[in-house]
């Protein structure tokens, strides 16, 4: 945690109702300007006097208050960080920003604030009639949500938000894999600033990479602004499956938004130096019949470590290698200047790429005969089976309460890797596949990580498991409102949050975002009347309304757009609303 | 490493020659008490005063020297630690050794400590005929040995012996497999410290098992006195087969000096405790035949870890089980008392038995029929293979230019598993199993372990690979005398000094101890005239001398042995010379 003094102050000045303070933390030299000013608006005489000490710039200002009379102070605040300009012009750019929000005045501030928020809640609601208690859950979540993420490229998402020391204020690929799906499909902007803040690391990952021993880029598993953080690497850098979870965002970024400047600027560079590092990493094996094997790798799920040929870690590595070479070929003949630009910034060659195309192929995917499912890597299913029943309560988290030893040997997931995989590439899988391994991997999964949870409702909506689906979407949607894990003190769970999100709109409301399209296959649960929310995709928008008899479509925004249901197509016009059975 | 200070002072006497000082460590609050006199002879006046600060204890002597005249002065000084006595006896019994040496005199100490080398080097000298600097090696090894090894069953011996604070002065599994043969077949009463040691430090050994939620006993990787000191667990923790390398010392101890009276009182402890820990960690795995599989451990080679059945580790566990029921079933019949009291006291079963003699006979011993050798482990095959030869030189060792993460995914070893335990278990194999396996590892082998050449030198010559053997024992013989690997300034590496020993007795003596005896099956280098030994077994002591024609035995102390020549038995009695034929 972070302990003890975290910042210096370099610098302090009060004048009058004016001041500023310039502070820089002690490690990583990261340094901010805070600057404000006041305005009292009061018909009795005050006093006024600027405070400061070492630490402090303020003003005290006392008042005679009368009863009946009215007195109003507005307080006007600006914060610039190094990150955002140069240290030279911290405190001209802080005192500027008080000034012009002192020249707008409060009205004008609270107008732009108030349109901002009406034009999210128009974008992002979600109606849920029949369950007051999780209608208010979700706006919550969604609000905290908008709260927390970042407004630019070279911030993120902590897993904490803004609301606690958790985690250090770390970005991890929670942010990639579980919340930027909401803002992709509700505010695209802010989705850009995702992948663009992963842009900007990439001189760090290669870095990285480096420093490992490995060609192009690998991310760290946790960072502010750069370097790796993690201190334990076999449950921190071993997770290389970063490099795909930020490529698969980067991939369904462009796919939501036709963003090819991005892609062709920056988002190719990512996807290129990516697969570098697969490659770099991984081996053909000749008793693996001369697969492409992934060797000594962590997957999502912790409670194992250092494994070979992670399912997930070789699906998603397969996924990214395969992204590169489609890039590749689409650039060369649409965007050639772009691409001999970046081919010749990271020295690429087509013999690179044609080795990219050759491990994608020759990619070693798990699969075991005997038990018909994916196995989560190469020994996982060798393990002894813990049923995750069988945990008492009061040893949970496991995490908590045995060493990594007494957790890596078993057949014991914190959440599964598998599943996840079945999620985000659900494309690749048919419902019986995916109903063998969720029998297979639910009974010993502990939900130890608060992103299981919603993974398992949306699948258990695939496969038809209802109940199961309302019951672990019930932990996830009021989680950090009712305190479920009694940690909401500690911050809330930002990841989780968007989970919801997810469980509603990909569980209950169906709706899959595969290469081809939007999919949906609506599954009201019982509980609810109706469910109704809007989602963005390749600049339309659409209204989405499900109650247990019909769904209605209609698309608000864009000329035309074809979604499929129940897997048949159904072209929307602008405007028009199209009522469907539901099945 | 050690740095800052580590000792506080807690009192100091100084009263004319005479003094003592009482220190402690900071942190495992140890205490020793350091007591002095001098005697000074001389015909001259001379003056004296004691000396002291907060951190000293002396005496100063002032003498005007004249020429011609002589000048005595004789010092004695003795230590005693926390850990051989209570804290309130360390001064008494520090002055009282002093008041005890001062009584004898130096030349009694000196016939005394003459005496004592006398007898060990009529034990323990190796006569090479043919090589002086090889001569000169092997009786520096021998001598540092003996200087740096415990005299007491509370120490051990370091890594670094006495002369280097590298490892921090951390007691390894080295003493028991690579140290302690030298001692028990040359002066077994100090190979009686080394079990005696681990039996002092079972209670801390269970304590360990218990806090990773294991039964029975876990012995440190690295200590000093019971608690683990290792700070990375994958390269220290998991190596749990230093539990079984302990029982094979046990095992070998009682073999080679029939001391039961230890076996039953102590050993007998140990070994049961460790098969509960084997039984604790290991699981029957249906997907492997329901066989007795142990997960998520590493083995003797560091450049793995984390691994699923590793070959050693199994075959060594099956061993510590086996040899639990043994000790069980012979301690019923032949000591029921001292059987009684140890089961009462660990509360041990019949049934436990039982379950370890299953476990044993289902222990999984992993095997290729594709390569026809022993995998390392479950996954070790399936890894990329790296040739070591083609590691740059100054790249190694590879442990100190790369991150564990691109040394964990290789087939590449520190030193093989696999071959140790051919060393150790010889009795199992073939000589083809051994050349098949020998030939797979040797190349991927970096040899960055000292431990690991005496191994090779040994195997070798088992096999036939007669220049090879020799090629590798030279780089064990003279190690620290020549500086080979250049950091002798950090200390000795006694395991290897004491490798060198088993690659002469062992390697080009052919001597192997198994539960039916030595074996002998020499192989005298080309380059030498002869080899001369002798060993201590079973309260016998023989000389063996082999030269290109002829082996001579001669029992020296005993009654009358059995050995195996060529597989054929030989009968020694007592002051009988036998020659044979070399073969």
Redesign the interface.
């Known amino acids: 945690n972070i302990s003890g003094r975290v910042l210096e102050t370099f610098g302090i000045k009060t004048e009058g109702l004016e001041g500023w303070i310039l502070q820089g933390t002690k490690r990583s030299k990261l340094k901010y300007a805070c600057s404000y000013d006041h305005e009292i608006i009061s018909d009795d005489d005050y006093d006024m006097n600027a405070v400061s000490d070492a630490d402090l710039a303020g003003v005290k200002i006392d008042v005679d208050v009368s009863s009946g009379r009215e007195y109003t102070l507005i307080k006007y605040i600006s914060y610039y960080t190094s990150r955002e300009c140069t240290e030279e012009e911290l405190i001209s750019n802080a005192l500027n920003e008080v000034k012009h929000g002192k020249n707008d005045g409060p009205d004008v501030i609270f107008r732009e604030q108030k349109d901002y928020l009406n034009k999210f809640w128009d974008d992002a609601d979600i109606i849920i009639d029949g369950n007051t208690a999780l209608q208010q859950g979700i706006r919550f979540n969604e609000f905290q949500l908008l709260q927390s993420v970042g407004r630019s490229d070279i911030t993120n998402i902590c897993a904490k938000g803004l609301t606690g020391e958790g985690y250090e204020g770390h970005y991890f690929w929670d942010s990639d894999v579980y919340i930027m799906p909401f803002f992709l499909y509700t505010v695209p902007d802010i989705a850009r600033n995702f992948v663009m803040f992963r842009y900007n690391l990439l001189d760090a990952a290669r870095k990285r990479a480096k420093?490992?021993?490995?060609k192009g880029a690998l991310y760290p598993w946790r960072t502010i602004d750069g370097p790796e953080c993690s201190a334990f690497?076999?449950a921190g850098?071993?997770q290389y499956h970063i490099d795909s979870d930020i490529v698969l965002s980067v991939k369904k970024y462009v796919e939501a938004t036709l963003d090819y400047d991005f892609l062709y600027k920056y988002g190719a560079e990512i996807v290129f130096e990516t697969a570098r590092l697969w490659l770099s990493?991984g081996?053909y094996?000749p008793?693996?019949g001369n697969k492409f094997?992934i060797?000594?790798v962590t997957g999502p799920d912790e409670y194992t470590?250092?494994v070979?040929n992670n399912a997930y870690t070789n699906y998603m590595a397969k996924m990214n290698l395969e992204y590169a070479c489609e890039i590749a070929k689409d650039m060369k003949n649409k965007a050639p200047e772009a691409y001999r630009k970046v081919a010749e910034k990271i020295a690429l060659t087509q013999k690179e790429i044609d080795a990219f195309a050759d491990a994608a192929q020759n990619m070693y995917l798990p699969y075991s005969e005997?038990?018909s499912i994916i196995p989560q890597d190469?020994?996982f299913?060798?393990?002894?089976r813990i049923n995750a029943d069988d945990i008492p309560q009061d040893e949970k988290p496991i995490l908590l309460h045995?060493?990594?030893?007494?957790i890596?040997?078993y057949q014991i997931c914190k959440q599964p890797d598998v599943l996840l995989l079945m999620y985000l590439r659900g494309e690749l899988f048919s419902k019986d596949e995916l109903k063998k391994n969720y029998d297979y991997y639910e009974p010993i999964t502990t939900h130890d990580s608060s992103l299981s949870s919603s993974i398992f409702s949306i699948l258990a909506n695939d496969i038809g498991y209802f109940s199961k689906a309302y019951r672990y979407f019930m932990m996830t949607s009021r989680m950090d409102l009712d305190d479920y894990n009694g940690n909401v003190k500690d911050g809330i769970h930002t990841a989780c949050m968007a989970g919801a999100w997810s469980a509603v709109i990909s569980g209950f409301g169906g709706m899959k975002v595969y290469s081809d399209g939007l999919h949906f296959t609506p599954a009201l649960p019982k509980e609810w009347n109706s469910l109704s929310f809007k989602v963005k995709y390749r600049n339309c928008r659409i209204y989405v309304r499900i109650d247990d008899k019909n769904i209605i479509f209609k698309l608000l925004d864009g000329s035309s757009l074809d979604i499929y249901l129940y897997d048949d197509r159904i072209s929307l016009e602008n405007g028009e609303r199209i009522i469907k059975e539901v099945l």
Do not use: M, Q, V, W
């Not at 420093?211 to 490995?214: A, D, P, Q």
């Not at 299913?381 to 002894?384: A, D, F, N, S």
């Open positions: 420093e490992l021993g490995y690497f076999p850098t071993a990493i081996s094996i008793l693996r094997c060797n000594c470590a250092l070979d005997e038990l190469d020994t299913i060798y393990k002894k045995r060493h990594y030893l007494n890596y040997r």
